[in-house]
């Protein structure tokens, strides 16, 4: 299961950190993400990482201003998010893909395990 925390209510430019917590496996081989929804609009891919840390992909209307970051020693994957802009408001979801693949990148038709969303609200 993946458990993902952080969402709220922040102004254009603020921050948030999203998290999500694994369990009931482990993900530590798994290339993780985050996807996000916004009303009346398909999920998207936002943002992944590989099993290790090292390889990262975004969208590119966030590059600059996410980052993801994975801990697999605790099983956990962040967003964090800086100089939010209203058209990031969306559910956040955190997705991951099993080995040995990580094509997160190419859409929700890679996503192998869904988490619950989180909602991110940016008032402008």
């Known amino acids: 299961q993946l458990q993902a925390s952080g969402g709220g209510l922040v102004q254009t430019g603020g921050t948030l950190r999203l998290s999500c917590a694994a369990s009931g496996r482990t993900f530590s081989s798994y290339a993780m993400g985050w996807f996000r929804q916004a009303p009346g609009k398909e999920r998207e891919f936002v943002a992944a990482v590989d099993w290790s840390g090292t390889s990262t992909f975004y969208t590119d209307s966030v590059k600059g201003r996410f980052t993801i970051s994975r801990d697999n020693a605790k099983n956990t994957v962040s967003l964090q998010m800086n100089s939010l802009k209203p058209e990031d408001t969306a559910v956040y979801y955190c997705?991951?893909?099993?080995?040995?693949?990580?094509?997160?990148?190419?859409?929700?038709?890679?996503?192998?395990?869904w988490g619950q969303g989180t909602l991110v609200t940016v008032s402008s």
């Open positions: 997705a991951a893909e099993e080995p040995p693949t990580y094509t997160l990148r190419l859409g929700v038709t890679q996503v192998d395990y």
